[in-house]
């Protein structure tokens, strides 16, 4: 594969995060998310895969707020994660996730929960999150709703909710 590089989006990104988040997803509600949580400023990372200048993949992290309140939840929500459809299956979402967890990580975050593909995410060490005594606001089966605890940190229990920019996807 050419050169990847995993970086911070820019503002120049702009139009091409929504490309391939657009490019990535049956329709283009994830875009729009995307878009509105930027502007409202609720996210906490946002990273690129850079092929030879153009970006072919995004990945984005938001803070989630857990019920019931509490000590400092200190928990992101991974989504959503893109990948162009002609550069998936060459790692590049793997790539993103990798980084992603690392930036947390180092930002002092405990822990990522994600609503996904319950094939992709175990292999980072997602689990199902009902396990660790997380619930998830949207309606999702069991094995689709995961959460990573991030070196060595317990994660809060309780209900974790969203950023209310993803009521529309």
Not at 65 to 76: D, I, K, N, S
Not at 137 to 148: C, G, K, R, T, V
Request: charged share 20%; with cysteine.
């Amino acid at each position: 594969m050419n050169s990847l590089l995993i970086r911070h989006e820019t503002p120049p990104d702009i139009l091409a995060v929504r490309a391939a988040n657009e490019a990535a997803f049956e329709t283009g509600a994830e875009a729009v998310v995307v878009e509105a949580l930027r502007e409202n400023g609720k996210f906490v990372l946002s990273l690129v895969a850079d092929i030879e200048g153009e970006v072919v993949g995004h990945i984005l992290f938001t803070d989630i707020l857990m019920e019931p309140g509490g000590a400092e939840t200190r928990v992101l929500g991974l989504a959503p994660m893109a990948v162009r459809p002609e550069w998936q299956g060459k790692g590049i979402g793997s790539a993103l996730v990798r980084r992603g967890m690392e930036d947390c990580r180092e930002l002092g975050y405990r822990g990522i929960v994600v609503l996904g593909h319950p094939g992709f995410n175990p292999r980072f060490g997602f689990a199902p999150a009902s396990r660790l005594g997380i619930s998830c606001i949207y309606d999702s089966p069991d094995e689709a709703f995961m959460a990573l605890a991030l070196g060595g940190a317990e994660l809060p229990k309780g209900r974790a909710l969203y950023q209310p920019e993803f009521a529309a996807v």
